[in-house]
């Protein structure tokens, strides 16, 4: 069974830093389909944060522009969240996702990691 499993959530206070994993044993669902982080917040409908292409090209939401940067790393079978200068909004669970040629266009899913921005 293809699974993703997400790791690297916490507890941070506004201005810190956390950095996201996403991890896969199957290889070619991290390496050969486009990875996506997306996050809901308590009381809202999940939202698209970034995205990372096959070729390596990566998409990102306005409000994480300039503070999240999204990379892959082939050799570990994983994609990385670096979320900087984090604020309060950034408070969710979350959840890496994977489509592509590999799942014939379907989403495979992880379970998400809860990410908490308080002072």
């Known amino acids: 069974q293809v699974r993703l499993v997400e790791s690297g959530g916490g507890l941070v206070q506004p201005g810190g830093s956390l950095t996201l994993s996403c991890a896969s044993s199957?290889?070619?669902?991290?390496?050969?389909?486009?990875v996506a982080w997306y996050r809901q917040a308590p009381g809202k409908q999940r939202e698209f944060v970034a995205n990372i292409s096959t070729t390596g090209v990566t998409d990102y939401a306005d409000s994480v522009k300039g503070r999240f940067t999204i990379s892959r790393d082939g050799v570990k079978n994983a994609v990385w969240l670096q979320m900087n200068s984090l604020k309060l909004e950034d408070t969710a669970v979350y959840y890496c996702q994977s489509r592509g040629a590999v799942t014939l266009g379907d989403a495979v899913w992880g379970q998400g990691t809860q990410v908490t921005v308080s002072s």
């Open positions: 199957t290889r070619s669902i991290i390496n050969l389909n486009t």
